[in-house]
């Protein structure tokens, strides 16, 4: 007898669709193993237990997701305060990996390999290949306050290249100069100071994302200036997932997504164009899906239709 790709699973529904229903959380989690039992080989096994936790998390909640769409935001904030607190409180506080930008130079300095670089190569030169700035909606303990603490107002300022890249060479400067004219908080003999940069520099951003909020629109600090997202955005254009059209002929025009969208995009525009969302400060967070009450938007690998 022949057998049958399609056949029926279990619960009934033909397995190539099942497949192609869940694709988006199984290729999340392959990924993110992948990446996990690569850097585990390099690295130990706590980093296999970080990334195939974080997988399994995804491929857990985004299932939840697809069976029962309401929860799509209240699922996603979850896993973003869970991930983004295991980095910081466990990885962070508890065993002084520092994950900020600056950190990627003490290492340099002091001829290392911790936190930073890792997350520099994983989270903003592979991830953003397949998911584009997804980290920062998923996994970024910062992002996960100012998903708390920001608003929008009237002032929203667009981002401008050339200060998101004068900030980042400014961050540059400053680890260079603090690791070569005073103490280097990387290597283990500096723990303790290492921590306190962990403290400092999250107050600093946390503090001074707010202040910029208040100043310059919704979610500031990630739009003009967060070094990391100046990296990863350059990648964007070529990510597999984007926020896509995929019924773009029940779209009334109402401005919902574009509203519901934290970094400003006219997603909107993108619906009637018929065409991915294609601006690199899009964070995946998936508000406008949420918004849109005639399901014309998702993550999709496919052609906006």
């Given at each position: 007898m022949k057998s049958n790709l399609t056949a029926p699973t279990n619960s009934g529904e033909p397995a190539a669709g099942w497949l192609k229903k869940y694709s988006v959380p199984i290729a999340t989690y392959a990924i993110f193993t992948l990446i996990g039992l690569i850097v585990w080989a390099i690295r130990d096994i706590r980093y296999f237990a970080l990334f195939n936790g974080i997988g399994t998390t995804e491929l857990v909640t985004r299932i939840l997701v697809i069976n029962n769409p309401r929860l799509r935001q209240p699922m996603r904030r979850l896993v973003q305060i869970i991930v983004g607190g295991i980095l910081l409180i466990m990885l962070g506080f508890v065993f002084g990996v520092n994950f900020q930008f600056e950190q990627i130079f003490f290492d340099f300095q002091a001829?290392?390999?911790?936190?930073?670089?890792i997350q520099l190569i994983i989270a903003r030169l592979i991830i953003p290949f397949v998911f584009g700035n997804a980290f920062c909606s998923r996994a970024c303990w910062d992002g996960a306050i100012f998903e708390i603490t920001n608003r929008k107002n009237g002032r929203n300022f667009k981002r401008k290249p050339w200060l998101a890249w004068a900030y980042l060479i400014l961050?540059?400067?400053?680890?260079?100069?603090?690791?070569?004219?005073?103490?280097?908080?990387?290597?283990?003999?500096?723990?303790?100071?290492?921590?306190?940069?962990?403290?400092?520099?999250?107050?600093?951003?946390?503090?001074?994302?707010?202040?910029?909020?208040?100043?310059?629109?919704?979610?500031?600090?990630?739009?003009?200036?967060?070094?990391?997202?100046?990296?990863?955005?350059?990648?964007?254009?070529?990510s597999i997932f984007k926020i896509t059209?995929?019924?773009?002929?029940?779209?009334?025009?109402?401005?919902?997504?574009?509203?519901?969208?934290?970094?400003?995009?006219?997603?909107?525009?993108?619906?009637?164009?018929?065409?991915?969302?294609?601006?690199?400060?899009?964070?995946?967070?998936?508000r406008c899906v949420s918004a849109c009450k005639r399901n014309v938007l998702k993550v999709s690998a496919k052609k906006a239709i």
């Open positions: 001829g290392v390999v911790t936190g930073a670089l961050l540059v400067a400053v680890a260079f100069a603090v690791a070569h004219y005073f103490t280097n908080p990387a290597g283990d003999e500096n723990e303790l100071l290492r921590k306190k940069w962990i403290v400092g520099q999250n107050l600093f951003i946390v503090g001074g994302g707010y202040l910029l909020t208040m100043l310059c629109g919704s979610r500031a600090y990630c739009r003009l200036l967060c070094p990391f997202m100046t990296i990863s955005s350059l990648l964007y254009r070529f059209p995929v019924k773009s002929d029940n779209c009334t025009q109402c401005g919902a997504c574009s509203k519901a969208c934290p970094m400003l995009i006219d997603v909107k525009e993108s619906v009637r164009n018929v065409e991915k969302v294609k601006n690199s400060q899009c964070i995946l967070c998936e």
